[in-house]
């Protein structure tokens, strides 16, 4: 956002994500409605069914059989999130699809570039008037809501003070690594072929992705 937009004008709330309780109470419900389930499978696989996290090809394995499902699970879940009501105070409820909708009418469409407002707004805001922006007040002591940001934002600095705008000396990042497929074409096709006669395969419970990997690593160690 700085550099399409510039700096110092406010472009990024630089800050924890208190400044946004709503992104993070969004990151509780993803995890809560399908994140947790795929972490937790994923840390059985290593401690009990031989997934090595150093080793590439149990890397790619793990994409090829799991990476679809997953993002089936994202997709089918934010759109019954994008439906569903928020509560807002002093507003009408409603779901993020209507408040897409009626901002849209009301304002028109925007996006990361802009057409005008770069030049007009350009110097009138910067990051230091943001400094409170979007804290709200209540949900910061929720206890569940702070839990999830401390586990995964460990290292954010003064976590009792809402009102650091100041870079972070560390942004959460989580660096996937391409893995190269250590089969061949033919041998791709046929482990497709093994699996597709299993229910597991067309199942996407944790049971079925469990059963799924025990046979998918057993026939890529025949090869």
Not at 172 to 200: G, I, K, M, N
């Amino acid at each position: 956002m700085e550099e399409v937009r510039g700096l110092g004008r406010g472009s990024y709330i630089w800050g924890r994500s208190v400044h946004n309780i709503r992104i993070e109470r969004l990151w509780v419900d993803v995890t809560c409605g399908f994140g947790h389930k795929w972490k937790e499978l994923f840390r059985l696989l290593e401690v009990s069914y031989d997934l090595n996290v150093d080793r590439d090809a149990d890397i790619w394995l793990l994409h090829h059989l799991f990476l679809g499902a997953i993002n089936r699970d994202a997709e089918q879940w934010a759109a019954a999130w994008n439906e569903h009501t928020i509560a807002r105070r002093g507003e009408r409820h409603s779901s993020p699809t209507q408040m897409y909708v009626r901002g849209t009418a009301a304002h028109g469409r925007r996006g990361v570039y802009p057409m005008e407002d770069v030049a007009r707004e350009a110097g009138r805001s910067s990051d230091e008037h943001y400094a409170d922006y979007g804290v709200d007040w209540d949900d910061l002591e929720h206890r569940r809501i702070r839990e999830h940001h401390d586990q995964y934002n460990q290292d954010d600095g003064d976590a009792t003070n809402p009102f650091l705008t100041d870079r972070p000396g560390r942004l959460s990042h989580v660096e996937v690594p391409e893995s190269r497929c250590p089969l061949r074409v033919e041998q791709v096709r046929a482990l497709d072929t093994y699996l597709a006669q299993f229910p597991c395969y067309q199942r996407a419970t944790m049971e079925s992705c469990l059963e799924l990997w025990i046979v998918a690593k057993q026939f890529v160690l025949g090869l």
